[in-house]
């Protein structure tokens, strides 16, 4: 992952550093989950555990950020109070997993003889219900890990612990940021976008970094997509997680 406070980074134009706000700062929360971190130990099944664990309503997030060339999810038990969200079914948990684990929008939407629209709905009010505050398209890229782990799609090692903030017990997970293995077929600027993306930043705050054009981005992205042979975001997440496993199934670069 790429600091966007580094100075390694390209030089950033002035109009363009004038439209990026910088990374969000390190909030309390943050601070605890990165202290208890350094007591965590390999949790091979955590990912897999995790995924079942949020479709079934047992946990929900708490927070995600990206740090240090990992991403993060922080996670808390449901209260037993609290009744089971209604986008918790399982046909909007079968739509959410498809697409997460790289099955296009229009792919689901004919086989379930719905709205490419409905597809978006359903998803987006799925992730919702387990604590992202987002759509589907910007969900944290480490619950796409963890849906790829729990259906055998990746082998992805993940680290958990366990802390207390403000008396109630939490947990947080990592993995490492996907751009950041040499076993992925990515060139320089590639790998510094896919780095970008990762952090779900648009594409006007992948260009303030990087000194350029919101449209230059978007060729860039555009080109990826082409490369990877995907059509989202989403969709080169999870060809990217895939690959970590199975070399094999990435294109040859040209």
């Known amino acids: 992952m790429i600091d966007p406070a580094s100075p390694q980074l390209l030089p950033v134009l002035p109009a363009a550093r004038a439209r990026w706000s910088g990374p969000a700062p390190l909030s309390s929360l943050h601070a605890r989950a990165l202290e208890a971190h350094l007591c965590a130990e390999p949790a091979p099944r955590a990912l897999s555990e995790l995924w079942q664990e949020l479709v079934t309503g047992r946990v929900v997030v708490v927070d995600h950020f990206c740090r240090h060339q990992r991403c993060w999810v922080i996670v808390s038990d449901r209260s037993e109070s609290e009744p089971l969200p209604a986008s918790l079914n399982e046909r909007d948990v079968r739509i959410l997993t498809r697409l997460l684990l790289g099955d296009a929008q229009k792919v689901v939407a004919m086989d379930l003889c719905l709205a490419t629209s409905s597809i978006t709905l359903a998803a987006s009010q799925c992730a919702h ?101 995907v059509g989202t975001r989403v969709q080169l997440i999870a060809r990217l997680l895939t690959a970590l496993s199975e070399p094999s199934i990435m294109p040859a670069l040209e």
């Open 129 to 229: 219900a387990m604590g992202v505050k987002a759509t589907f398209t910007r969900i944290p890229t480490l619950l796409v890990a963890a849906a790829h782990a729990h259906h055998a799609r990746a082998d992805i090692l993940s680290r958990q612990a366990a802390f207390t903030d403000a008396d109630v017990q939490l947990r947080v997970l990592s993995i490492d940021e996907p751009s950041t293995s040499r076993a992925l077929p990515l060139t320089t600027a590639e790998r510094a976008i896919v780095a970008l993306l990762v952090e779900r930043l648009t594409n006007a705050d992948v260009a303030a970094i990087r000194g350029c054009s919101a449209r230059t981005v978007a060729n860039q992205v555009s080109t990826l997509f082409r490369k990877f042979r």
